[in-house]
């Protein structure tokens, strides 16, 4: 099992950066593939990025592509995403995701295990 705990949200005017920390236990962490979530009030939960448990192959959705980037450390079980050039429509909680059996399809229930989130509010 992997548990996973969010942090370095808050609030940020746009086009400034925040780097959001996905802290993971559990010995399996480096097996599995990383994923960022988001969720904005009254939508449903959207794909953001992606990684490879070994770190060779990322994805993102188009709304983030060249603005975030996705990266891990699996010494320290940790994943992180990067957000630069913050938008007003970035705000939503961000949740980290583990996935087995990396699917870069962007569908919530091919993750296994999620974190609790965290909030990132962009103000114009």
């Known amino acids: 099992q992997v548990r996973m705990v969010e942090s370095g949200g808050g609030l940020v005017q746009a086009g400034n950066s925040l780097r959001l920390s996905c802290a993971a236990s559990?010995?399996?962490?480096?097996?599995?593939?990383m994923g960022w979530f988001r969720q904005a009030p009254g939508k449903e939960r959207g794909f953001v990025a992606l990684?490879?448990?070994?770190?060779?192959?990322?994805y993102y959705a188009d709304s983030v592509k060249g603005r975030f980037t996705i990266s891990r450390d699996n010494a320290k079980n940790t994943v992180y995403l990067q957000m630069n050039s913050l938008k007003p429509e970035d705000t939503a909680v961000y949740y980290c995701?583990?996935?087995?059996?990396?699917?870069?399809?962007?569908?919530?229930?091919?993750?296994?295990?999620w974190g609790q989130g965290t909030q990132v509010t962009v103000s114009s």
């Open positions: 559990g010995r399996t962490f480096s097996s599995y593939a």
């Open positions: 995701a583990a996935q087995r059996v990396l699917n870069p399809n962007g569908r919530i229930y091919d993750y296994d295990y």
């Open positions: 990684i490879s448990w070994s770190a060779g192959r990322t």
